[in-house]
Nanobody, 126 residues
Framework: VQLQASGGGLVQAGDSLRISCVVS????????VGWFRQALGKERELVAA????????YYKESVKGRFAISRDNAKNEVYLQMNDLKPEDTAVYSC????????????????????WGRGTLVTVYS
């Protein structure tokens, strides 16, 4: 299973950016996806997570109302729409997949994610 994140870039504070994650290979029947980020000198943190079915996603408190996670299962793609970006959102964003049996399950613990992709850098300047 391979995951590839793309779409990062250099943006000004207040701008929007959408990053994408393509999942390929054999993941099993269903899988949950999480977007993580790691800023320089900081630990990796979960930003948003979505179930196979897409309902009731999880968001880190600091991004609620600004970020939106979505997925297109037909394309095996997951997206993170980021609005009103702030300098503190600067980080390498990575996506990860967790095989699940319950299509409505949202996975919020990093150790449950079996597959990880290389990240994409998002830099927000003020």
């Amino acid at each position: 299973v391979q995951l590839q994140a793309s779409g990062g870039g250099l943006v000004q504070a207040g701008d929007s950016l959408r990053i994408s994650c393509v999942v390929s290979g054999r993941t099993g029947t269903t899988y949950a996806v999480g977007w993580f980020r790691q800023a320089l000198g900081k630990e990796r943190e979960l930003v948003a997570a979505i179930s196979w079915g897409g309902g009731r996603p999880y968001y880190k408190e600091s991004v609620k109302g600004r970020f939106a996670i979505s997925r297109d299962n037909a394309k095996n793609e997951v997206y993170l729409q980021m609005n009103d970006l702030k300098p503190e959102d600067t980080a390498v964003y990575s996506c990860a997949a967790a095989p699940i049996r319950d299509p409505g399950l949202v996975v919020i613990t990093s150790y449950e994610y079996d597959y990880w992709g290389r990240g994409t850098l998002v830099t927000v300047y003020s």
